[in-house]
Nanobody, 121 residues
Framework: QVQLVESGGGLVQPGGSLRLSCAAS????????MGWYRQAPGKQRELVAL???????EYLESVKDRFFISRDNAKSTVFLQMSGLKPEDTAVYYC???????????????WGQGTQVTVSS
């Protein structure tokens, strides 16, 4: 079955950086778009970054130029490099295997357990 395991979260000061990883298994990784989502307390889960199978990307406006999504198809892993972190980036970050390979494919029900990112001084 599909498994997604996120890692790399933690506590970081404002302006700092983190690199999240999501190790995937149970499906042909390279043909699916992979997304990073986040959910802050009391807020809805939102798409942060999406990487299609053809390499096209989409970012939440507030993270453009600060976050970078990438993937290693040989290792079935998707990454989220986050820099210039702000307190408002604090949330649980989840990865998701989308229903198809394109940017307009929606999220599936395949979620990881999440990794907490806390940005605070």
């Amino acid at each position: 079955q599909v498994q997604l395991v996120e890692s790399g979260g933690g506590l970081v000061q404002p302006g700092g950086s983190l690199r999240l990883s999501c190790a995937a298994s149970g499906f042909i990784f390279g043909i699916y778009a992979m997304g990073w989502y986040r959910q802050a307390p009391g807020k809805q889960r939102e798409l942060v970054a999406l990487l299609a199978s053809d390499g096209f990307t989409e970012y939440l406006e507030s993270v453009k130029d600060r976050f970078f999504i990438s993937r290693d198809n040989a290792k079935s892993t998707v990454f989220l490099q986050m820099s210039g972190l702000k307190p408002e980036d604090t949330a649980v970050y989840y990865c998701n295997r989308h229903r198809g390979g394109s940017l307009n494919s929606g999220p599936s029900r395949d979620w990881g357990q999440g990794t907490q990112v806390t940005v605070s001084s």
